[in-house]
C-alpha cells in the first residue's frame, strides 16, 4: 500500500510530514515547516490547526466557517516556496515567500504571498502575510475572476497587493 503524499509538495509521506504537526503531536521547527503544514491544512480542511498556528492575538478575526466556505470548491494543486528568511530553530520571526496554486470555480489561480511568522513559548506562529513579495519587484496580484467570491484570504481585487480582509473586505 502507498503512502499517501504529504500536501505541501515536500516529497514525503503526509504521514512523516506534515501530518504529526496537524495532528498536534509535534510543533513545527521552523518557519517554513509550519508555512507547509498550513498549505496541508487549507488542502485538508483542517480549520482548527489554521486557528491553532495562528498568532493568538490575531485569532479574533480568523473565521473557521468563512474560510470553509471559502475552500468548500477550492483544488489544491501545489506549493512553490520561493525564499525564506529567518524562521530556523534557532530564529524568533521568520519570512517565508510562497506561491499556493489551486482551482477555485474550475479556473486556475495562484496566491503568491510573502508570510511573516513568530516564534512564542517556542511555537512558531503565523503573523499575516502580503501579497507578491513584500513590494521589491511584485508580482501583480492575480485578478479575481468576474462573478466569483472573493475570499477574505485572497488577493484584493482592488490591486493593493493586501489580503481582501485587510483592504476592502
Known amino acids: 500500500m502507498t503512502e499517501e503524499p504529504c500536501p505541501c509538495g515536500s516529497g514525503?509521506?503526509?504521514?512523516?510530514?506534515?501530518?504529526?504537526?496537524?495532528?498536534?503531536?509535534?510543533?513545527?521547527?521552523?518557519a517554513e515547516a509550519l508555512m507547509r503544514s498550513r498549505?496541508?491544512?487549507?488542502?485538508?480542511?483542517?480549520?482548527?490547526?489554521?486557528?491553532?498556528?495562528?498568532?493568538?492575538?490575531?485569532?479574533?478575526?480568523?473565521?473557521?466557517?468563512?474560510?470553509?466556505?471559502?475552500?468548500?470548491?477550492?483544488?489544491?494543486?501545489?506549493?512553490d516556496v520561493v525564499r525564506t528568511e529567518g524562521g530556523g530553530p534557532d530564529d524568533e520571526t521568520g519570512l517565508v515567500?510562497?506561491?499556493?496554486?489551486?482551482?477555485?470555480?474550475?479556473?486556475?489561480?495562484?496566491?503568491?504571498?510573502?508570510?511573516?511568522?513568530?516564534?512564542?513559548?517556542?511555537?512558531?506562529?503565523?503573523?499575516?502575510?502580503?501579497?507578491g513579495d513584500d513590494g521589491a519587484a511584485a508580482a501583480p496580484a492575480p485578478e479575481a475572476p468576474r462573478g466569483a467570491a472573493v475570499g477574505r484570504n485572497s488577493p484584493c481585487p482592488c490591486g493593493s497587493g493586501k489580503k481582501y480582509k485587510r483592504c476592502c473586505g
Open 12 to 30: 514525503r509521506a503526509f504521514a512523516a510530514c506534515c501530518g504529526p504537526c496537524l495532528a498536534g503531536a509535534v510543533a513545527a521547527p521552523t
Open 39 to 79: 498549505y496541508a491544512a487549507y488542502a485538508r480542511g483542517d480549520m482548527d490547526y489554521l486557528e491553532r498556528t495562528l498568532l493568538p492575538r490575531k485569532r479574533a478575526g480568523f473565521s473557521a466557517e468563512a474560510t470553509r466556505a471559502w475552500c468548500g470548491d477550492v483544488l489544491w494543486t501545489g506549493l
Open 97 to 131: 515567500e510562497f506561491v499556493a496554486h489551486y482551482v477555485k470555480a474550475g479556473e486556475p489561480m495562484a496566491l503568491h504571498e510573502v508570510s511573516r511568522f513568530r516564534k512564542k513559548g517556542g511555537h512558531w506562529f503565523y503573523v499575516d502575510g502580503l501579497a
